[in-house]
């Protein structure tokens, strides 16, 4: 029997509660186990108790199933003696600790058993039953739960996210990255001197020798205070550029991002910076895209904003902006579009100089008309936005209206021809994007032109000895309408050496030479027919198209093979000329031949052979219809230079260029390079030329026969005499002459009738003469060439039959000295006037009535039918057909038999001079018939007898010189 005392019943303990367990007041470690469980004793030497179990397993402590607690006093461990086990035993523990030698031989099965005990029991801890005051639990219970408080591994596409301790990281690092970036540069980036712009040079335009032509170096600014400066004025720029500038930050790291972004993304070129930072711009720096530029402009406005205040940037920013015609600052703006100082601008004046500071050459409306949309638009949004901001009263936004600026005025350092030159220069190289606008602005460039001083000089003398000394504009309203423009270009090359832009530009500001909105009339006709050669067109019978093919040239004759709208295009003058092959046609512009001839050919083939040979995709009223043969485009003459000579180089085109080099601080600039192209056939292009020579030789432009030199050309006149045109070409100069008809002070467009002394203006007159004389000067000295062709087969000149089927064909409207048409010319003329011992024509279709033709000469042997006489053959050699269902002419154009005097009839001699209409064919009519030709050859053409030749002004195929004609004004030789 054991002398202890005895034990208690086992209780749950709360783990949280500290003290003894209950029914152990006196701190006993000792504790009734279950029954039936064999009792371990405990070795009572002082100091042997650190060696025993201090976990919670049964078994562990002195008596077995006993959870730890604190000893009892006198006990190892307890608190009445010191022990290295006792209460303070760690809480991690989870092994029982043994001391060598304690303890009974009798007692270590028991513990032994008492081990076992535990082990064995149960897997999870009980209250009561788990460790005591810092004893942990051990066995399959406590490694499931530190498995559970083991971290999760992620797997599956969780594994490719950075976890929030890599994001924190990384935030942090870039945070550390960005902030010491911007330190560093903070310190290493000042604030440096003003740049050039302050001074700015002059840029300096040479002709190709190395000769000066103009010097456009001096800037025109004008320094003002911001006290003078109206408050809507600088309420408007804030609306138009930044209008959070007076509470924002230098800086708008926001606005740059959206900037960065939109030009990226496709949506153009956007402008990211606040004012302070565009001041920087243009005074500190310059105008580059670079990121190095925008770096330094970041950090040079955050320290100028802490330098200065925002009135002095404001000030700055005011004086150094650029706003197009060569003015910086809002004082030089006012008084280049307003001709007034900036403190008496008005709202409407204000606000317009502040759109302009978004792109000064698109919205300056008096140089560009065609941007004033654009301008207008641009105006509206800054004065929606003033009143937005509270600056201005809708009443007064209401009330406000369009300030149209003033005409630009040119300094007189470009008076002449000089400021043409230099204006166009200026163009060039901004469209082709080889300098910008504002670059220009600030100077410094050396600039050298393809333009030759001796032919420059040439083309100016041309048109003053052929116009403007025969102008009087005091005497003859007309006369004040009057402009020329041209352009002569080397064919080989594209290059431009020389260009009239009209009598002065400081007079006349618009460029005549480059200019779009005049129509080129018949010059277009000859891309016609190169369009059918180059793409072996038909009629509409199925015959091949030459310059011998016959075509019904009847006067307002429809259109067939069109399923547009009808048309019915009028010759000029309304004449008919009845069958006719497309040579003749081209001599005498017949409107209703080259009509069905676009249609043969296709309108869409028409227009993208004049893209191919030069003209511009976007030329204004291009359009794929039957009309395009007619011109009704407005190109320019320059453009219309580059389609002339492409065909002059056998059909290769050349990108005109107007630039030879450009230099700054002895560096090279670099320009844009192209390389010729085919645009057509060599074939489909000297075909064009030898039929564009007859022109010249026997047709409407024989006034350029002054020249010298083998040349090919075409006439043309405007829609109401408001242009007439010359465009030809020697084998090694291309030249497009324009005389226009404009009102000086309206600006609007005006018939050229009586201008010169002249009943009307066409283009076998002053262009034709203009042309000549140029072209003789400026290849003065030079051998002599001629054209090298290479002819499609089968379209070899040939005698054309149809000439003297054409009894009503008067003298084209191009020859000069040709009239107008009969409405316009004939109000005063009574209804019976005939020719003298004539009868009158019949109209070939209704309308006004046609005036008669010239009588008869003496008739001339006939000519042997050939294979071409449109009677016999049908124009190509196919069997002549009856006529058509209507009994009358077939409106088809190839092998169509038309009225007129079977082969075998004798034909009688051509007229020598055609009867003309209007005014100018009635007061012919009045005067005797000169001597008919006796060789058997055209009238000016070669070969033809001298008497056969009458003056230039008064029949189409008569050369310059002479006078054969009474009642008209006489005008001196070419």
Known sequence: MSDEPPQQAWEPRDPTVAGPPPGNPGGSGRQGGPPNTPHA???????????RATSGRPGASGHPGAPDGPGEPGEPGGPGKPGRDGGDAPSG????????GTGSPGKKDASSKSDKAGRSGGTTAKPGHGPGNGAVATGPAAAAGASRRKRRRRSGWRRLLPTWRMTLGAFVFLSLLLAGGFFAGYQLVDIPPANAAATAQSNVYLYSDGTQIARDGRVNRE?????????????????????????????????????????????????????????????YLGQERTITRKVKEFFIAIKLDREKTKNEIFEGYLNTSYYGRNAYGIQAAARAYYDKDVQDLDLAEGAYLASLLNAPSVYDVATHPRNRPRAVARWVYVLDAMVKERWLKPRSRSEALFPAPLEAKATTGLAGQRGYVVQAVRDYLTDHGVLHEKDLARGGYRITTTLQKQKQDAFAQAVEDQVTARLDPTGNETDRFVRVGGVSIEPATGKVVAMYGGVDYTRQYVNNATRRDYQVGSTFKPFVFAAAVHHGSQTQHGERITPNTTYDGTNMRPVTGWTGPAYNPANEDDVSYGPITVRTATDKSVNAVYAQLAVDVGPDKVEQTAINLGLPIDTPDLNPSPSIALGPATASALDMAQAYATLADHGRHSPYRLVEQVQRNGEDIELPTAEATQAISREAADTTTAMLRSVIEGGTGTAAQVAGRPAAGKTGTAEDDKAAWFAGYTPDLATVVAVMGQDPKAGTQQPLYGALGLVRMNGGGAPAEIWGQYTRDALAGTAVQDFDLRIAEGMEPQEDPSESASPDAPGDPDEPGGSGRPERHLEDASSDDVLDGGTPAAPAAPGPPTVPAAPAAPAAPAAPAGPDDAAATGGLGSPADPLGPDGGVDVGAVGRPVPAAPAETAEPAEPAEPAATGLAGHLAARAPAPPAATDGHRPGSPGATETASPDARSGENAPSGGSGRSGAPARPSA
């Open 93 to 100: 523990g989870t092994t029982a600790h043994h001391s060598a």
């Open 41 to 51: 004793g405990n070795s009572t030497k002082p100091g042997t108790a650190g060696t």
């Open 223 to 283: 320094n003002v205070e911001l006290a003078q400066i109206p408050a809507h004025v600088r309420h408007a720029v804030l609306a138009a550029e930044d209008r959070d500038f007076y509470e924002a930050a230098a800086v708008d790291p926001e606005a740059m991002v959206r900037a960065a972004w939109n030009t990226l993304s496709g949506k153009g070129t956007q402008g990211g910076s606040t004012i302070t930072q565009q001041y920087v711009k243009n005074y």
